[in-house]
């Protein structure tokens, strides 16, 4: 027995020594206060650090042409205004195509305003929005020398998956009088599985790991005015002070409608941050599964559809007595007044597959649950991961359960994404055939 598990690890690292990685790592945190994105009811910048933020790039290859960078980000969401620009410059400058990069969002509610992500969730003073495109393309120039130096850094390694879990996330749409409302719901769907990539070197030495959950960042609330990567923050510094030299890069799963629980001090932040960070430890040190090459990539934008919404609806909307609505109106009307579409968005679905070993589907917005367990019921015999929060962050994806119960992931949360309305009812189908697409892309 003992030799047969000998003959597969030696086989299992054969396999990998094809591939090579190489990590890119770009403080940023702001440099004075700024202001905090995440929460409508934040009154002023923010007024101190808790945690640096970081950019950081995992880059993997199998081969001349055939890699993947991931980056993994400390802000709230990354809107698709901003990986547009990421992407010209890392096409023209290192030569990658879309699929072949991925920028994740820790969506971090203590971090700064990646602008024009969450546009109409508070209107800020002139001098803090002239901060924030300072910011925006502080964060772009961060993104792009993260990718190169990822790129830069690549050199033979061993990977390996397994995965952990942690119990933390709570399903939050809580059923009240009024319909669903935030709060917890102890019998609602949870994804509690905690992906985790290991990237060793030649040296036998950890370089990296990538590693995720599905839950908002949200220990820390709108009284919070001190910046961080809250849990998924304190849970890389934890694994990176534990393995110096490595990095440890979170990736936010389909945890949009999930909050940790109980949660609101920064003693609960650190507390989750840590029991991740054990339990990505723990998976580490057990034997994991051998990841090969080749390593393939896709990336298709799918056409969504919004519910009809007519100028007559906007005109009505006004009239609202929630400003948030009323500036969404105005929005609308203007957008219609110039010609352009509001209901439609083009919606970015893509897949990275490790040779038979691993499949990551990356999906943009705030992603509800039910996706991550529909594809990890559909695609079975071969790990997936799932990840939100990816490429574009736009608005929350509701299901199409999420969708008709309602609530604020399915209407209200439209408002502050600046979006005309909730979906039209198709809209898990939809998604569910773009990731089809892009799986047989990869060959799955
Ligand atoms: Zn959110």
Redesign the pocket.
Known sequence: MKSLIAILLSVGSLYGANLKAGIGRVEITPAGPIWMS?YAARTHPSDGVLTRLWARALAIESGPGARIVIVSTDVVGVPRAVSEQVAARVEKEYGLKRSQWLINAS?THTGPVVWPNLENLTVFPAAEQEKLLVYQRRFIDAVVAAIGGAIGDLAPATLEYGEGSAAFAIDRRQAAPTGVKIGVNPEGPVDHVVPVLKITGADGKLRAALFGYAC?NTTLTAETYQLSGDYAGFAAAKLEQQHPGATALFLMLCG?DQNPNPRGTVELARQYGDALAAEVDRVISTSMKPVAGPVRTALRLTPLRLAMRTRPDFETELKSSTPAQVRRAQLMLKLLDSGQTIDRIDYPVQAVRFGRGLTLVALGG?VTVDYALRLKREYRGEPIVVAGYSNDVMC?IPSARVLREGGYEANDSMIYYGQAGPFAEDVEERIVAGVRQVMKDVGR
């Open positions: 995440g969506h908002h949009a705030e929350y």
